[in-house]
């Protein structure tokens, strides 16, 4: 599961032995389902029994491996991959090429969710977009509010043309005509280096920038509610509520019902 992609019909089925194992069975005939499947996969402080969907966990596992190839160049399978398939280019601007392994699609599909979850940790801002790469931290999942009238002509601007003259802070003039409030907010919250220091890509859901697969299994799970628009019928309660129930001192069996 850690080195190929498994097919979406295996998942389901795994999926279903899970589910079928978790609510029993009598002579034979399967109890009743109370709750559906994905609301069960839900965090536990988030109304649910953290289960884990297979073809989200498969996910995470391959963006795992992605995170290696791209953080450790001089690794054999890092060497291997980049003198097969991407000898001139960079691993995140790889591509299948004619007739790939089933590893490397399987690692292409790994780094579809790394991809979401790498930001640029700013330095001098000459190696990061300033519209097509993540760099703003409330703007992870969500694109930035800029204004495309005002922003440079001619090319990709670069997030360094946001930095004052000398480094160490930004721009404020430019900030207020190219953002709207709330993105502008959220740039001057990132901090600047006082000395030349190259941008770095980062993890950006763990606080130490690094990959973890907690982390990433989770942001699987984000992204396929955004695109299918989902609601679980137990999101009534807010978080602290739920935390507080798998933390009384009663049986577990009562925090399961609960």
């Given amino acids: 599961m850690s080195c190929f992609r498994l097919p979406l019909a295996l998942c389901r089925l795994?999926?279903?032995?899970?589910?079928?194992?978790?609510?029993?069975?009598?002579?034979?005939?399967?109890?009743?389902?109370?709750?559906?499947?994905?609301?069960?996969?839900?965090?536990?402080?988030?109304?649910?029994?953290g289960f884990r969907q297979f073809k989200h966990f498969n996910q995470a596992?391959?963006?795992?491996?992605g995170w290696r190839i791209l953080n450790e160049p001089q690794s054999l399978i890092a060497q291997v991959y980049k003198g097969k398939y991407?000898?001139?280019?960079?691993?995140?601007?790889?591509?299948?090429?004619?007739?790939?392994?089933?590893v490397w699609q399987s690692i292409l599909h790994g780094r579809q969710l790394l991809e979401r979850g790498l930001r640029w940790q700013v330095g001098n801002g000459q190696s990061v977009s300033l519209l097509h790469s993540n760099w703003i931290p409330r703007c992870q999942l969500d694109p930035p509010g800029y204004n495309p009238r005002i922003l440079p002509e001619g090319g990709d601007p670069l997030v360094a043309e946001l930095i004052s003259e000398g480094g160490g802070r930004w721009s404020d003039e430019k900030l207020s005509q190219w953002f709207d409030p709330p993105t502008c907010k959220a740039i001057k919250a990132i901090p600047l280096p006082r000395w030349d220091v190259p941008d770095k890509l980062i993890w950006h859901f763990t606080a130490e920038g690094v990959f973890s697969f907690k982390s990433s299994y989770h942001l699987a799970v984000d992204l396929h509610r955004r695109r299918g628009g989902w609601r679980s019928s137990v999101s009534w309660m807010d978080k602290p509520s739920w935390v507080r129930i798998w933390e009384a001192k009663i049986p577990p069996k009562l925090k399961v019902f609960l």
Avoid: Y
């Fill in 86 to 102: 991407f000898p001139q280019r960079s691993f995140l601007t790889a591509t299948a090429r004619s007739r790939p392994s089933w």
């Fill in 61 to 65: 596992l391959l963006a795992k491996i």
């Fill in 14 to 49: 795994l999926d279903k032995h899970v589910a079928g194992f978790w609510w029993g069975a009598e002579d034979g005939n399967p109890k009743i389902r109370w709750v559906s499947w994905s609301s069960m996969c839900r965090s536990k402080h988030d109304g649910g029994m």
